[in-house]
């Protein structure tokens, strides 16, 4: 069955410099979440859309932003990179509407290093 | 505010051993849900179980058992004859309900690290 997508899977910047993230969700899924797991560090919930529309904000800081297209894939940008922002970014998706199937599946993450 | 503990930091156990984790959460809603998440080294997030606060029947999938307690806010996942492959972290998540289900927006304890020597 086919899984939630993420790419790169790896992703090595500098500070100061901007990265963008992809996630591809479950198809037929609406609902995509963005997570941010520090090392060693439990998943910390970012932001998340459903139908296209920002449903729910989290822990994100204001260099971050996201949105999902037409196709229900999401992006997370990231701008003026800092150390701490190396992290395992983690992208869920959901079927959210009426009759869905609300279990949250998650990709297989993005590892970021800032250097 | 909500809150899941997981006060087991690390468990190391020998194959074939039974093995519980312990996930205690907090939470003014009446209606939540419950996760448990497999993390393996190679770092995906695999889904094992969701429960609702309703349904405090305890439930068996193969070699995992779960055991909800509401009384004691507590949902422990319980492995038997454990193998080498159930090597991971565990992370335990609690969400509120949205409507008749949960939202994605799952609050995480601090993971078990559970190694299963041969």
């Known amino acids: 069955a086919a899984g939630v997508i993420q790419s790169p899977r790896h992703l090595i910047k500098e500070k100061r410099e901007t990265a963008t993230l992809k996630c591809y969700p479950i198809p037929r899924h609406d609902t995509v979440y963005w997570y941010q797991q520090g090392p060693g560090q439990d998943p910390q919930f970012l932001i998340s859309f459903y139908e296209k529309m920002q449903s729910d904000k989290g822990s994100i800081p204001d260099r971050f932003s996201a949105q999902q297209f037409s196709d229900y894939h999401s992006e997370l940008n990231m701008s003026s990179l800092e150390l701490g922002d190396s992290a395992l970014y983690f992208c869920a998706s959901s079927l959210e509407r009426a009759g869905g199937d609300e279990k949250l599946f998650f990709g297989s993450g993005t590892q970021l290093s800032v250097l | ?118």
């Open chain 2, 1 to 118: 505010a909500q809150k899941v503990t997981q006060a087991q930091t690390e468990i190391s156990v020998v194959e074939k051993e039974d093995v519980t984790l312990d996930c205690v959460y907090e939470t003014r809603d009446t209606t939540y849900y419950l996760f448990w998440y497999k993390q393996p080294p190679s770092g995906e997030l695999v889904f094992l179980i969701r429960r609702n606060s309703f349904d405090e029947q305890n439930e068996i999938s193969g070699r995992y058992s779960w055991n909800f307690q509401k009384s004691t806010s507590s949902f422990n996942f319980t492995i038997t004859a454990s193998q080498v492959v159930d090597s991971a972290v565990y992370f335990c998540a609690l969400s509120e309900a949205y409507g008749s289900s949960n939202t994605g927006k799952l609050i995480f304890g601090q993971g078990t690290t559970l190694q299963v020597k041969p």
